[in-house]
């Protein structure tokens, strides 16, 4: 068994602008539920781990550190994911960090880092990640 980490097609479709309003830099938000932007998430673990975080980042280049907005505070925890276990979430909750924000990608990691860290988890801290070519328009 592999763990894995399917990124479904994100509503709304690529290639739309998406107006965020909520807040001022760098605390801008898109309010968890707002249907402004929704990516189901689904996740199977091949090993058992007592704590895991699902972290989703709104990416704007190839680099870990190339993002503008990540799933705060819409990141769910599990204590404990069970090996083979399958979870299927929809993350509609992001803080922004700057506008205009061209996003070219969905990166997500299903990780057991629990010190605080919001950037991307290193190898070792990751159970499972997956990613997925979009392009949004984020603007105030």
């Given at each position: 068994m592999?763990?894995?980490?399917?990124?479904?097609p994100p509503a709304p479709s690529t290639g739309s602008t998406i107006h965020v309003t909520?807040?001022?830099?760098?605390?801008?938000?898109?309010?968890?539920?707002?249907?402004q932007l929704s990516i189901p998430v689904t996740v199977t673990s091949a090993r058992e781990?007592?704590?895991?975080?699902?972290?989703?980042?709104?990416?704007?280049?190839?680099?870990?550190?190339?993002y503008?907005?990540?799933n705060l505070p819409?990141?769910?925890?599990?204590?404990?994911f069970q090996k083979g276990q399958t979870v299927t979430v929809?993350?509609?909750?992001?803080?922004?960090?700057?506008?205009?924000?061209?996003?070219?990608?969905?990166?997500?990691?299903?990780?057991?880092?629990n010190n605080g860290s919001l950037?991307?988890?290193?190898s070792t801290d990751t159970v499972a990640e997956g990613s997925m070519n979009v392009n949004y328009h984020l603007v105030p």
């Open positions: 592999q763990s894995t980490l399917t990124i479904a909520v807040g001022a830099p760098p605390g801008l938000f898109i309010p968890r539920g707002s249907g781990v007592p704590w895991a975080q699902l972290y989703v980042y709104l990416m704007t280049g190839p680099n870990a550190m190339d503008c907005g990540q819409d990141a769910p925890t599990w204590a404990p929809t993350i509609s909750g992001f803080q922004v960090a700057r506008l205009p924000c061209e996003v070219t990608g969905i990166r997500a990691f299903l990780h057991t880092r950037t991307p988890p290193i």
